[in-house]
Antibody, heavy 116, light 107 residues
Framework: EVQLVESGGGLVQPGGSLRLSCVAS????????INWVRQAPGKGLEWVSA??????NYADSVRGRFTTSRDNSRNTLYLQMDSLRVEDTAFYYC???????????WGQGALVTVSS | DIQMTQSPSSLSASVGDRVTITCRAS??????LAWFQQQPGKAPRSLIY???HLHSGVTSKFSGSGSGTDFTLTISSLQPEDFATYYC?????????FGQGTKLQIK
């Protein structure tokens, strides 16, 4: 069974940093990319980043502040979030992706709250 | 960036009804269009990819159509568990973008 489990969310002050993790299981980790999608409270879905074989891609709203990386030995994708802003407050979901099926499996989400 | 516009933003229907949600892309995206369902407090659930293909485990009461810039999601024989928010998304190019969502409510 494919599973994605996020961790690392929490409360952080504006300007602070946080690192999210997404641990994948139930499939060959290197066969798929994983993307991050976020959702501010009461708002819609916003794509954040992707890490395909061709290299990382980021939304304009996070480029230069967020960095995505992966550790294939741990079946884990990371999202390093620096210079956090109040408007980064959201649930952050990781989702498995390939170009044939797009997103198929999603994690349960991790809440990031940026507040003083 | 490609803009995705869904209509309507909200929709009221009764159990047993058939409803259609539309999604329009600001440029030609071929069939790189997906649909998702989201229940309150839950992660999104993937329903359809490539405009009309159902993900594994998704019932055929959901159907998608369209190509280019105009797409539709149709849900037949509504059941209580179908009342949720639905999103379209393009994966033609980065940045991937979502529609603003359509909230389907019980009449």
């Amino acid at each position: 069974e494919v599973q994605l489990v996020e961790s690392g969310g929490g409360l952080v002050q504006p300007g602070g940093s946080l690192r999210l993790s997404c641990v994948a299981s139930g499939y060959t980790f290197t066969d798929y990319a994983i993307n991050w999608v976020r959702q501010a409270p009461g708002k819609g879905l916003e794509w954040v980043s992707a890490l395909p074989a061709s290299g990382p891609n980021y939304a304009d709203s996070v480029r230069g502040r967020f960095t995505t990386s992966r550790d294939n030995s741990r079946n884990t994708l990371y999202l390093q979030m620096d210079s956090l802003r109040v408007e980064d407050t959201a649930f952050y979901y990781c989702a498995r992706h390939n170009y044939e099926y797009n997103f198929d499996y999603w994690g349960q989400g991790a809440l990031v709250t940026v507040s003083s | 960036d490609i803009q995705m516009t869904q209509s309507p933003s909200s929709l009221s229907a009764s159990v047993g009804d058939r409803v259609t949600i539309t999604c329009r892309a600001s440029q030609d995206i071929g069939n790189y269009l997906a649909w998702f369902q989201q229940q309150p407090g839950k992660a999104p659930r993937s329903l359809i990819y490539a405009a009309s293909h159902l993900h594994s485990g998704v019932t055929s009461k959901f159907s998608g159509s369209g190509s280019g810039t105009d797409f539709t999601l149709t849900i037949s024989s509504l059941q209580p568990e179908d009342f949720a928010t639905y999103y379209c998304q393009q994966y033609y190019n980065y940045p991937y973008t979502f529609g603003q969502g359509t909230k389907l409510q019980i009449k």
